[in-house]
Every structure is written in C-alpha cells, then in structure tokens.
C-alpha cells in the first residue's frame, strides 16, 4: 500500500511539468517578435498545432467577424479533376450534435487557417506602414515562408483523408480552397440591407501530391 502515495504523486508531479511545458509554449507562441521566436517559431507551432494552437482573434480591438473554412478537390490519372467538395462543415455539425464529447477533427482546419498566414504583429505593422507610405513591402520572412508551406500541407493532407472515394480511391494530387464568409455586423444582424451585402472571397492554394502527403 506504501507504493500508492508514491505512484500517485509521481503522476501529478508529471502532470504539473507537461501542463508547466504547455503553458510555456503558449507564451512563446504569442510573446512579440525577437531572435529567439525567429529561431523557435516554427517548432513551437508545430508542438501545439493543430489542437493546442492560441487564438485571440475572439477579442477587441479586432475580432474575428468572418466564417472561414477550406473545400477541396482531387486530380485524376486521367488529367479529370473533381468538384470541390466541403471538408469543413462536417465535423462542425459533429461537433454541435455531441456538446458533451465533441470531435475535435474541426480543430485541424480553424488551427490550419490560423497559421495559414500567421506572422508577428510588429511585421505586420511594418508592412501596413510600408504600403501606407507607398514603400516596397517587406518580403515574407524565411519562418514565415516555412510555416506557410507546412501548413499547406497539413491541409492538403487532411482533406485527402476527407475524399477517399475520389478518382476510384487512387488520387495524384490534392488541392485545397480557403473560403472567407464575410458576415455582417452583429449591430447590423436585424439590417436585410446589411445582409444582402454578404459576400464570399476564396483562395486555391497549390496542388500537392498525393505522394507527398503519405
């Protein structure tokens, strides 16, 4: 019976340490722009993407007042591409039926557009005022170009696992859509006005290979 006290404190000792690390990555992944987050970025947001990865866009000054989210579509042997197909609302609707034990696959796609772009403020700011003074603006960073690329490629994986019956389940490549619902303001959501001026802007990123993402 002695080994019982032992073994449990062993178990929250490690459970403090990994929430300890947790914590730390969390705060590095947000703290502003210096050597060491230029250095580390991209191995911090590859430990806690895609479900642990930090967002503040729900918060003032600038909230998040959009619906985002990707379609995708295969390449055939044959040159055929398919239809883009909706790989994002699924698991959403999962994930609104079971509020108990919900999927947390949703959490690929909100993490991955995240980091789709993802960049510090203070470059953010420099560019803003570079194109505001008519400047060259500044060329994305090589951590920026990296994180971009891997994040890609998470998508495009993921939305392989989506379409397995594409192209008789023999796929060559992949390529995925990011959409962008503008939504109204909530001090407009009674306007009919307002509404009409709903609008969708889409991007297609680059194919990928299905060999590439196995």
């Known amino acids: 019976m002695t080994g019982h006290p032992v073994a449990r404190r062993a178990v929250l000792l490690a459970g403090a340490a990994l929430l300890g690390v947790y914590f730390f990555l969390a705060a590095f992944s947000q703290a ?11 191995k911090v947001n590859e430990a806690l993407s895609p479900y642990l990865s930090q967002d503040w866009m729900l918060f003032a000054p600038d ?3 959009d619906d985002r989210g990707i379609l ?12 883009f197909y909706d790989v994002t609302n699924p698991y959403i609707e999962r994930t609104q ?34 194109s505001e003074k008519k400047k060259p603006v500044l060329p994305p960073m090589p951590f ?22 594409a192209c008789g389940g023999k796929p060559e490549k992949i390529q995925v859509r990011v959409y962008i619902h503008e939504l109204r303001p909530w001090s407009k959501r009674h306007d009919p006005v307002a509404k ?15 060999s590439e993402l196995r």
Not at 144 to 165: A, G, I, M
């Open 32 to 42: 502003p722009l210096s050597p060491a987050k230029i250095r580390y970025a991209d």
């Open 63 to 65: 909230p998040l007042a």
């Open 72 to 83: 995708a579509r295969a390449a055939c042997a044959d040159g055929r591409s398919t239809p």
């Open 97 to 130: 039926r079971d509020r108990f034990f919900p999927s947390r696959m949703s959490r690929i796609v909100s993490s991955g557009l995240q980091s789709l772009n993802n960049t510090d403020p203070v470059l953010n700011r420099i560019r803003q005022q570079e």
């Open 144 to 165: 920026e170009e990296r994180s971009h690329k891997d994040t890609v490629r998470l998508l495009s994986r993921y939305s392989l696992t989506q379409l397995p019956d």
């Open 196 to 210: 009409a001026k709903e609008s969708v802007q889409a991007e297609d990123l680059e194919w990928w290979k299905v």
